[in-house]
């Protein structure tokens, strides 16, 4: 309680003039109202009783025409949430059209997860895409012992990076992550599979991207489900997960321990209460550090997540380093610059270890954050994050690929990589035994669906695509390509649609592991 106290205190003080005009909004409301004593007489006569019944009628007509999407009933049906996509030109747009009431009696009721019909043959269906992995057949040499680190950075957006950007003049800072990237595996498109935390931990350790709702506060969140310390863990392998907040703290102890961590420590199990930032979290400086020490203990081979927390809002760094980085135009760029330095400071200690060399270390953003550049600004651009493979001394994990990835392929291609060899379900792809031909990244935000493929973007509404757009060629998505790319534009549909469809079927179904 005191912790969303002090939230909720420090939000009206940012927000100073929202509170204060809130106030006075109510106020006038207060000196307005007053009970009105009329002593006029309403003449209850024919004429009144007629005029009356003529002025319900049409309003009768008019509200059921409104509802149902037009007042000669021309639609058919009632309005609904994609109905807002008919007055908007890009998705982030739609909340500007929608409102609470509206939202909440549409919703009220209804299961978070349609069920499609796309496909009537699920033989057909798995043929064009299916989420269960099984063994490739692919000859890859195997490493004996792998242990795995996966690093999820709060808000750490593509935007911010010098080595990813040459659209965007004000960048470059996370130095030290660019300088890891320039020793691992990344690639030229990369994406988060929601615009949330718990989107975040979703996609990247259960292969699971965000439709409709996020997984962890749907109705599907007693689902079984796996993850990828889950699979491990039947294998072999040790597994934990550390974030420096309350265990409470957006249930993320609860949902990692659900999707197969064993051991999930948190602040109530860190014992120095001076590296608390007094808000709600340890320093990430002092976190990553107890992290590395915690790793060196644990036995092998380990798989472990973290989740940082300083670069989240209020964008709080600890009062020593107030003038140790630089003023960027954005609240967040110097918590960033915090962050990717208690990063470095990580990795030089692990490097002292001697399971550092047998490790593979994963690095994402959960989300992106704030933007001071347009062309993140786009559907394309809120959804870009780094994700980097490192590894120190295989050199498969090198270079920068032009190819797209995305948060949901992690699990398959850590799991690919040890040697996995069990059936699992995952929605994304193993990036080290799959080409640029099998590339392709999922999101959903306001009501559509967006799928991108090859240099295509297609956005989809459940019924029907919307917006078609090289975003490779059109950085702003500014010149809708719809019906101009048929067999693209149709291929892609398809594929697109097989994704959702089964995505639905095995939330609603209980269908997210394989049992054995």
Not at 454 to 461: C, N, V
Request: glycine share 8%; hydrophobic share 40%.
């Amino acid at each position: 309680m005191i912790m969303w106290g002090g939230i909720i205190g420090i939000e009206f003080f940012n927000h100073w003039y929202l509170t204060l005009a809130g106030i006075l909004f109510v106020f006038i409301l207060w000196k307005c109202y007053r009970k009105v004593e009329s002593t006029d007489t309403i003449p209850y006569g024919k004429k009144y009783y007629i005029l009356q019944t003529v002025q319900l009628l049409i309003g009768i007509w008019f509200i059921i025409g409104g509802i149902r999407g037009g007042l000669g009933f021309t639609k058919g049906r009632p309005i609904s949430g994609r109905t807002a996509k008919d007055y908007i030109t890009r998705p982030l747009e739609a909340n500007l059209v929608m409102n609470t009431p509206f939202s909440v009696m549409r919703t009220m009721g209804k299961k978070t997860f349609p069920v499609y019909e796309y496909f009537t043959d699920r033989k057909q269906m798995e043929r064009i895409y299916s989420p269960v992995h099984t063994l490739d057949g692919l000859e890859r040499g195997v490493p004996d012992t792998c242990n795995v680190v996966i690093l999820l950075m709060e808000g750490f957006g593509r935007e911010y990076s010098g080595l990813l950007n040459t659209s965007c003049k004000e960048t470059g800072y996370m130095p030290f992550l660019d300088s890891l990237m320039q020793q691992s595996l990344t690639f030229q498109y990369s994406f988060a599979n929601g615009r949330s935390s718990i989107d975040g931990l979703a996609a990247t350790f259960s292969g699971l991207p965000m439709f409709i709702e996020s997984f962890y506060s749907s109705h599907a969140a007693l689902n079984l489900i796996s993850s990828v310390a889950g699979e491990l863990k039947n294998v072999g392998y040790y597994t934990s997960f550390f974030h420096g907040a309350k265990k409470v703290s957006l249930g993320i102890s609860s949902q990692m321990r659900a999707s197969g961590f064993a051991q999930c420590l948190a602040l109530e199990d860190y014992d120095n209460p001076e590296h608390y930032d007094g808000h709600w979290e340890i320093w990430d400086e002092e976190y990553l550090q107890y992290f590395s020490k915690q790793l060196s203990v644990q036995p092998e081979p380990f798989i472990s997540g973290i989740f940082t927390l300083t670069s989240h809002h209020p964008f709080r760094i600890p009062a020593k380093y107030q003038n140790r980085f630089k003023e960027g135009s954005l609240p967040i760029h110097k918590s960033i610059q915090y962050t990717d330095y208690a990063l470095q400071c990580f990795f030089e200690s692990a490097s002292k270890e001697p399971w550092f060399e047998r490790t593979l270390f994963v690095i994402t953003g959960d989300h992106t954050n704030m933007s001071a550049c347009d062309v993140y600004q786009t559907d394309k651009g809120r959804f870009e994050v780094p994700i980097v493979f490192y590894h120190p001394t295989d050199t498969i994990f090198r270079g920068v690929r032009q190819e797209i990835a995305q948060q949901i392929d992690i699990m398959p291609t850590v799991l690919g990589y040890v040697g996995y060899d069990r059936p699992y379900i995952a929605f994304g792809r193993d990036l080290l035994t799959t080409g640029p031909e099998d590339n392709f990244a999922v999101n959903y935000q306001n009501g559509v669906y967006q799928y991108f493929k090859d240099a295509y973007l297609l956005q989809f509404d459940g019924e029907q695509v919307i917006a078609f757009y090289n975003f490779v060629e059109d950085e702003m998505l500014k010149q809708n390509l719809l019906g101009k790319y048929p067999l693209i534009q149709q291929r892609m549909e398809e594929h697109l649609k097989a994704i959702v469809q089964q995505y639905m079927e095995r939330m609603n179904g209980n269908e997210l592991v394989i049992m054995r």
